[in-house]
């Protein structure tokens, strides 16, 4: 090949190079509207019970809970390492036996890492179109692990609660559609 061909192929070169290392990147930024979706992992479960208290019953584990639910960071007018998420077109299925249950409902999610290890979330929702109490889980330790989000989250503290024991992670393993931002 002669010296005048790889004056121009360098460039050519070089720059599908740029191309390729670029190109991860691309596909794994926000969706339009800087959502991200997740999925409850297997160790997700629904708790039925006296979960908190002096109370005297069992506690109902039903461990068949599968779904998503969409993250959406919120913009934020406080100063902070507070992150605020609304999470919306949550779709869960509960198997109670020989019985399917739908969960629909929205909510909200707030992490304060990478500064502080702290999340909270709080969720509305309905169980085969019946409203349940908001189920709350307080600020908790494991904000952290963020964007693994693993929380739980019950109704007021009374004999009798319902929750949820969440295990989510982003839809694509590889997905970075929520950044640190340290990142940014």
């Known amino acids: 090949m002669k010296i005048a061909h790889l004056v121009f192929l360098i460039p050519a070169v070089a720059s599908a190079a740029i191309g390729l290392a670029t190109a991860p ?4 930024q926000d969706a339009p509207d800087g959502s991200t979706f997740y999925v409850l992992d297997q160790e997700s479960a629904w708790l039925e019970g006296c979960i908190v208290g002096p109370c005297m019953c069992p506690i109902a584990l039903f461990e068949h809970l599968s779904g998503s639910f969409r993250l959406t960071e919120l913009p934020t007018l406080q100063p902070g390492p507070w992150r605020l998420f609304e999470v919306d077109d949550l779709r869960w299925k509960l ?3 020989d019985q399917v249950v739908e969960i629909r409902g929205r909510g909200l999610y707030e992490t304060a890492a990478p500064v502080l290890d ?5 969720l509305d ?3 085969d179109g019946k409203p349940i109490e908001t189920l709350d889980s307080g600020t908790v330790a494991g904000g952290l692990a963020f964007p693994s989000i693993k929380i739980q989250a019950l109704t007021p503290e009374k004999c009798y609660q319902e929750g949820v ?3 989510a992670e982003p839809l694509f393993r590889g997905q970075r559609g929520i950044r640190n931002r340290r990142s940014r």
Do not use: C, H, K, V
Request: hydrophobic share 45%; charged share 20%.
């Open 125 to 127: 929702l309905t169980i």
């Open 165 to 167: 024991q969440l295990n």
């Open 118 to 122: 702290e999340q909270r979330l709080t």
């Open 25 to 28: 990147a691309a596909l794994a």
């Open 95 to 97: 198997r109670r036996g």
